[in-house]
């Protein structure tokens, strides 16, 4: 009898809020590497919000997932039989690959990274896709001068956090918003923002005007929605806005309306761009690079929300949209042997 795995499928598109009836969870063979490919082991995936608009059936930057098939992201593991001249029983790999506990890759699908340098679960979060799209929006899009105010939504999040840090690092003045006060002392005490704003218990329109007395150069999009609608009036000329997310809507029924933006757009001459990770692949060494230097000068900081157990990674997953986490959300699977 074949070793048996563990693997989640997505069973219904969900309407509004994912459940776990939206989900199955399945027991499937082990399957064999052929040539050119690996078995891998999993020790941590990666559960993101943009999972959420890869579950409709509707044309989007990246393919939708299929009824009845398993769902994929981001995956940390350790290759525990290779069947291909690039790497070694013992490696540790990332690759986009499935929620399951084990998966066949390409040898071509997956790269090898050092745990020596930084902790495994960094590639999936400060060093991986998340820092990297917080370096490339912010940095290309947002161009954030000393001296000038940022605001990030979702500040507390996997994105928003190393937005702040590295807008700290270019000298200007940063206010996030987040959803509790331990994400606001997070902020503050943690990773150094200069203010930071409870959109719960506060009142965002005011406390931003008293947060930005000299209005807001750059604003990070993370959330969309209200808390946006609170920015607008209080962009600067020639103020630049990076699209990167708008999570408050990504469970609607109906599309999201709200006060229109362009009147703000044409008034103070500012850019709103919106953008994927996928549009810098060429220059994923660069930031890399800028990311790791700063991480080992201590000028950058990271949280990890990690849950244990693979049979954890659907609630890991909804408590995205709770906002339960803190920096980036992991779950643990399984630990790398040595």
Sequence with gaps: MKPMQKQILLKNRPKGTPTHNDFEVVDVPIAQPETGEVLIKTVYISVDPYLRGRMNDAKSYIPPFQLNEVLTSGVVGQVVESKSSLFEKGDVVLGALGWQEYSIASEKSVRKIDHSIAPASTYLSVLGMTGLTAYFGLLDIGKPQAGETVVVSGAAGAVGSIVGQIAKIKGAHVVGIAGSDEKVKFLLDELGFDK???????????????????????????????????????????????????????????????????????????????????????????????????????????????????????????????????????????????
């Design 196 to 338: 930071a704003i409870n959109y719960k218990t506060q009142n965002v329109k005011e406390a931003l005007k008293e947060a930005c007395p000299n209005g807001i150069d750059v604003y990070f999009e993370n959330v969309g929605g209200e808390i946006s609608d609170a920015v607008f009036p209080l962009l600067n000329n020639f103020a630049r806005i990076p699209v990167c997310g708008a999570i408050s809507s990504y469970n609607n029924e109906q599309l999201d309306v709200g006060p229109r933006v362009q009147g703000y757009l044409i008034k103070t001459s500012s850019l709103m761009q919106g953008f994927t990770i996928g549009n810098y692949a060429s220059r994923y060494s660069e930031g890399v690079k800028d990311l790791a230097t700063w991480l080992q000068e201590g000028k950058l900081k990271y949280e990890e929300t990690i849950t244990e157990g693979f049979d954890q990674t659907i609630d890991a997953f909804l408590a995205l949209f709770e906002g339960a986490n803190i920096g980036k959300s992991l779950v643990k699977v399984s630990n790398i042997e040595k």
